[in-house]
């Protein structure tokens, strides 16, 4: 069986670790088709898993931002029309230091952007506070981070690894000053997947998006274990969830 193939017949995260494994290959006529195929199977799945968990926490009272005026604040949206125009954008703007991993690309083309952060504008008193929930910034406030005059300059004046913005940090989400953004690695080399730097678990955006749905749609939920409404929407969403 090809990749494609292993990962709809369930290797989902040894498939992934092969991939890595193959490093620069994975560009090669060889493989890129079928890997290629496994990312796009993977950004539908991610897709379902959000609309379940969001629909699961809206039914229980979680507190969305009912108001938002931006795109960011908005829980759920869909891929923009304009996907593929935005991200050959993207592409062109990261092009002196480097790549746009393939997962992202395909995320803002198949899955869209999420932020379901509790609203502490009109509730102060969070549900689950320090849960850390999934935010994925829209494609036009990335596309917004790398065409600002400075962007570039910025860069070469930092020592850190250059990265897109695509999350507030846990203390942030919870109302509270925290730490930088968490983002995703623009590598020098064409990839697959890059890493999220900033975050906890210290991984690659695809094992992010994996981990946030073994728990649920949030990051951070040790503390949560004996928590009654936790356990409870964990319950109910958790056997509707697609590995990815």
């Known amino acids: 069986m090809n990749f494609t193939e292993r990962y709809k017949n369930g290797e989902t995260a040894t498939v992934y670790s092969d991939i890595t494994s193959l490093g620069q290959a994975a560009f090669t006529e060889q493989y890129y088709m079928d890997i290629e195929g496994?990312?796009?199977?993977?950004?539908?799945?991610?897709?379902?898993?959000?609309?379940?968990?969001?629909?699961?926490?809206?039914?229980?009272?979680?507190?969305?931002?009912?108001?938002?005026?931006?795109?960011?604040?908005?829980?759920?949206?869909?891929?923009?029309?304009?996907?593929?125009?935005?991200?050959?954008?993207?592409?062109?703007?990261?092009?002196?230091?480097?790549?746009?991993?393939?997962?992202?690309?395909?995320?803002?083309?198949?899955?869209?952007?999420?932020?379901?952060?509790?609203?502490?504008?009109?509730?102060e008193n969070s549900l689950w506070e320090g849960s850390d929930p999934v935010q994925i910034a829209p494609l036009d406030d990335v596309i917004e981070q790398v065409t600002d005059e400075y962007w570039l300059e910025d860069l070469n004046d930092s020592d850190d690894k250059p990265y897109l913005k695509l999350s507030a940090d846990y203390l942030h989400k919870d109302n509270i000053s925290g730490g930088p953004a968490y983002g995703i690695k623009i590598t020098p080399y064409r990839s697959i997947d890059s890493y999220l730097?900033?975050?906890?678990?210290?991984?690659?955006?695809?094992?992010?998006?994996?981990?946030?749905?073994?728990?649920?749609?949030?990051?951070?939920?040790?503390?949560?274990?004996?928590?009654?409404?936790?356990?409870?929407?964990?319950?109910?969403?958790?056997?509707?969830?697609?590995?990815?």
């Open 197 to 244: 730097l900033n975050e906890v678990h210290q991984t690659s955006f695809i094992d992010y998006l994996r981990t946030i749905f073994e728990n649920c749609g949030f990051g951070r939920t040790q503390h949560l274990g004996n928590v009654a409404s936790f356990k409870h929407f964990c319950n109910n969403v958790k056997p509707k969830l697609l590995k990815i």
């Open 38 to 123: 496994v990312v796009t199977e993977t950004m539908p799945r991610t897709a379902y898993n959000l609309e379940i968990t969001y629909h699961e926490l809206l039914s229980m009272g979680y507190n969305f931002n009912k108001e938002a005026q931006y795109s960011f604040d908005i829980p759920l949206n869909k891929p923009v029309a304009n996907a593929p125009k935005l991200i050959t954008q993207l592409e062109k703007a990261v092009e002196p230091i480097g790549f746009v991993p393939l997962s992202l690309q395909l995320f803002y083309r198949k899955v869209g952007s999420c932020n379901f952060a509790w609203d502490y504008t009109t509730d």
